[in-house]
């Protein structure tokens, strides 16, 4: 039976990097995104198999999974999924707010509890969660992102403490710095972004570390940022 990796927030940084550097790895990948129509080139290759789905709602996050579960053996599980919006605390919307959280913070328990409920069975697995700089400290204007990032941080280290004696790794993963897009970097400074496959194949050597040598947690960021 083959096996199968599912990468939930997939979109066209990160997202379709980790979707292309698990599909090189050999398995039948799931990109799942709110919008699966603008996942373009990725669903041409044959490896993928793109899903629309809504991380917050868990309904369609077992269906997700489920697709996954009967595409082979469930083997990777990553949440990359997250929004943000910027603003000081006296301008934000409480409904804003909460949906920076429900998105960042609850879909990633979503994610989380619906991969380990398929892993457990085979003793196996890896859970992966994409974390950031304000996964370690909430700067001003960015309670939006801080608050569902130090949430999944939380809900990363629960679950290693549950999954990792039972067979499954879970790590975070903190990307400390920006991520180099179309939009973000010129040339003679693009060495001081993070490079998006870079950071994907970080994800697959954590997926096959060795268990006796498991990271739980691993921070990314250019050679020359200040931290």
């Not at 579960?69 to 997250?82: D, I, P």
């Not at 409920?117 to 939006?144: C, D, E, K, W, Y």
């Not at 993070?194 to 050679?223: C, F, G, K």
Request: with cysteine; proline share 4%; aromatic share 8%.
């Amino acid at each position: 039976m083959s096996e199968t990796a599912v990468v939930v927030g997939v979109g066209p940084g990160l997202g379709a990097a980790l979707v292309n550097a698990f599909a090189e790895a050999g398995y039948s990948v799931l990109a799942a995104a709110r919008n699966a129509s603008k996942l373009g080139a990725l669903a041409r290759d044959k490896r993928v198999v793109p899903f629309e789905c809504d991380a917050t709602v868990p309904e369609q996050v077992d269906a997700l999974f489920d697709r996954a579960s009967s595409l082979g053996t469930l083997r990777v599980a990553v949440f990359n999924a997250g929004t943000f919006e910027r603003g000081f605390v006296v301008d934000t919307e409480p409904a804003h707010f909460e949906r920076c959280w429900r998105v960042g913070a609850f879909g990633g328990f979503l994610v989380g509890r619906a991969a380990a409920r398929r892993m457990l069975p085979h003793g196996q697995g890896t859970i992966l969660f994409t974390g950031a700089t304000a996964s370690l400290r909430g700067g001003a204007g960015f309670v939006n992102l801080a608050s569902p990032k130090f949430a999944l941080r939380a809900v990363a280290q629960s679950l290693a403490r549950e999954l990792d004696p039972k067979g499954i790794h879970v790590a975070h993963v903190i990307i400390d710095g920006q991520i180099r897009s179309e939009e973000r970097g010129r040339k003679d400074d693009a060495d001081g972004l993070l490079d998006p496959q870079a950071i994907a194949q970080n994800y697959v050597a954590l997926h096959r570390q060795h268990r006796s040598t498991w990271t739980h947690e691993m921070d990314l960021r250019p050679w020359i940022e200040n931290f």
